[in-house]
C-alpha cells in the first residue's frame, strides 16, 4: 500500500483517483501530477514502483499545500476571522453556517439535532 504525506492511498484503484485521497488534492491536480511524473493516470497504484512514489512525494511536498500544511493554514484563517470579530468569525464560534445559507429550518448538521422547546398550554387570544 503506497504511502504519500502520511496517508495510505488505496492500491487496488487506479493512480488518478487514489491520490485524491490526499486532503487538498482534487481531480484536475492529480491528472496534474500524473502527467508532471509521467505515470498513466489509469494504472493501479499498487503497480506503482517505489521510485514513482517518491517522485509524486517530492513533486507533492515542493509544489502543492495538502494534508497537515493544509490543514494548519486554514484553522489560522478561521482564527484570523474570530480573531478580527468579523461576521464570518462569528458564525464559526457559534457553530452556524457562514456562507449566507437559511438557518431558521435547515442546517441540522450544523445545529445537531433538535432541542424541543415545549409550547404554552391553555393560552387563549382574544
Avoid: W
Avoid at 66 to 75: H, K, M, N, Q, Y
Avoid at 115 to 125: H, I, Y
Amino acid at each position: 500500500m503506497p504511502r504519500i504525506q502520511g496517508v495510505d492511498i488505496p492500491p487496488n484503484k487506479p493512480t488518478h483517483i487514489s491520490l485524491r485521497y490526499l486532503k487538498g488534492i482534487g481531480p484536475t491536480t492529480s491528472l496534474e501530477l500524473c502527467e508532471k511524473v509521467g505515470l498513466d493516470p489509469q494504472r493501479r497504484a499498487s503497480e506503482l514502483t517505489d521510485d514513482d512514489v517518491a517522485k509524486l512525494a517530492v513533486i507533492i511536498d515542493r509544489d502543492y499545500l495538502v494534508e497537515g500544511a493544509l490543514r494548519r493554514f486554514d484553522g489560522a484563517n478561521i482564527a484570523r476571522l474570530k480573531e478580527i470579530k468579523s461576521y464570518r468569525g462569528d458564525r464559526h464560534r457559534k457553530n452556524l453556517p457562514c456562507r449566507g445559507q437559511r438557518s431558521k429550518t435547515n442546517a441540522r448538521t450544523r445545529k445537531g439535532p433538535r432541542k424541543t422547546v415545549a409550547g404554552k398550554k391553555g393560552v387563549k387570544d382574544k
